[in-house]
Antibody, heavy 120, light 106 residues
Framework: QVQLQESGPGLVKPSETLSLTCSVS??????????WSWIRQPPGKGLEWIGY???????NYNPSLKSRVTLLVDTSKNQFSLKLNSVTAADTAVYYC????????????WGQGTLVTVSS | DIQMTQSPSSLSASVGDRVTITCRAT??????LNWYQQKPGKAPRLLIY???SLQSGVPPRFSGSGSGTDFTLTISSLQPEDFATYYC?????????FGQGTKLDI
């Protein structure tokens, strides 16, 4: 059973960079069966897919965030990460990491989520 | 982007009721439609993938149907633990988009 756990600062100042890491256990980021995704949910709102990174380092970003997002994978640590720069209050959300099935693109394993607040 | 619209946005029901939630896509997405359940303060949980395939461990009272642009999630007999918010998600093309959610309460 794959388990994912997000970590990172819960408070980020406007215009700065949001950085989160997702640690994977019970499976390997190098398995090739999954893309490793980030999804966010503003308080009281719906879900937005941010993008995914594959074990090879290839990425796919949501065009709405593409200019500000970088996703990386670290196979030696069995982790992947999200950087979102130039944040504003609109980026305040619960950020989830999730595994996205390579063939069918559904999200079957999720982290518990971490709330990131953008505020000075 | 493909937009996903769920109806209703909220729904009141009782234990034992049969409930149906609808999801409509702005373009045909074949059967590339997934359903999730989310409880307050928790991550979403995959229920149904590929429109009608039940994820492992999900009770058989949940079922999905549809193809093209119109899809449904049916709960055959509501249980107390089913009161939650439900989301559809298209996996046909990037960016992978979700419906706005349907809140199911008593």
């Amino acid at each position: 059973q794959v388990q994912l756990q997000e970590s990172g600062p819960g408070l980020v100042k406007p215009s700065e960079t949001l950085s989160l890491t997702c640690s994977v256990s019970g499976g390997s980021v190098s398995s090739g069966y999954y893309y490793w995704s980030w999804i966010r949910q503003p308080p009281g709102k719906g879900l937005e897919w941010i993008g995914y990174v594959y074990y090879s380092g290839s990425t796919n970003y949501n065009p709405s965030l593409k200019s500000r997002v970088t996703l990386l994978v670290d196979t030696s640590k069995n982790q992947f990460s999200l950087k979102l720069n130039s944040v504003t209050a609109a980026d305040t959300a619960v950020y989830y990491c999730a595994s996205q099935h390579v063939m069918a693109y559904f999200f079957d394993y999720w982290g518990q989520g971490t709330l990131v607040t953008v505020s000075s | 982007d493909i937009q996903m619209t769920q109806s209703p946005s909220s729904l009141s029901a009782s234990v034992g009721d049969r409930v149906t939630i609808t999801c409509r896509a702005t373009h045909s997405i074949s059967s590339d439609l997934n359903w999730y359940q989310q409880k307050p303060g928790k991550a979403p949980r995959l229920l149904i993938y590929a429109a009608s395939s039940l994820q492992s461990g999900v009770p058989p009272r949940f079922s999905g149907s549809g193809s093209g642009t119109d899809f449904t999630l049916t709960i055959s007999s509501l249980q107390p633990e089913d009161f939650a918010t439900y989301y559809c998600q298209q996996s046909y093309t990037s960016p992978y988009t979700f419906g706005q959610g349907t809140k199911l309460d008593i």
